[in-house]
């Protein structure tokens, strides 16, 4: 809720900028270029290029709502299929700032519930898997999947996750501490709040 919340004020500055730039393109730019024409003088090529642009927007702008409404559906469609939601889960993790956003968000949510189910006296695997439906990217919960298995056979948490790479530093160290000291439900606690 907070990240969205953070997010309302500049997704409304973009909506806006994006509408004062339309306003221009079609309203404004073709008088200007009109005035332009009339002093018979040559435009610098920048210029050109921008009045170009303005005369493509009112010509087929009504197409770029269709474009995105079908690019849309095929952008569903696409993502029905497994691997390709792994794949494009995976990039969201690798966007500049967005996805620092979204992996912090995942990794407070999973530590969160992991601390509490482990507090609560449920087995580590267990745990893992009911934590791992808290997550909504796809490839955290394969990592998380692939944790399990590896936890099942013996292996710390710590080292299950560090092979993954998706998971930060100071995640990882916390949990390391946590193994050793014996307070795994704690470290993870105090990871989620961090």
Request: with cysteine; hydrophobic share 45%; aromatic share 6%.
């Amino acid at each position: 809720q907070r990240v969205t919340g953070a997010l309302i004020y500049p997704s409304i500055i973009v909506m806006a900028g994006i509408s004062t730039l339309v306003f221009f393109m079609v309203g404004m730019l073709p008088n200007l270029s009109r005035m332009f024409k009339e002093l018979g003088k040559t435009l610098p090529w920048q210029t050109q290029v921008l009045i170009s642009t303005s005369d493509m927007l009112i010509r087929f702008g009504w197409l770029i709502p269709v474009v995105i409404f079908v690019g849309c559906l095929l952008g569903r469609h696409w993502l029905r299929d497994s691997q390709h939601r792994l794949r494009y889960d995976r990039s969201k993790l690798r966007l500049p700032i967005i996805g620092n956003l979204l992996s912090l968000n995942e990794h407070s949510r999973f530590t969160q519930t992991l601390s509490t189910l482990l507090h609560s006296g449920i087995t580590l695997v267990d745990a893992l898997q009911v934590a791992e439906a808290t997550l909504t990217n796809t490839a955290l919960k394969t990592a998380i999947r692939e944790a399990r298995v590896q936890v099942r056979e013996g292996k710390s948490l710590n080292d299950a996750l560090t092979g993954q790479k998706l998971f930060p530093d100071l995640m990882l160290d916390m949990l390391a501490v946590g193994e050793r000291t014996g307070d795994l439900s704690g470290a993870l606690r105090h990871t989620a709040e961090t």
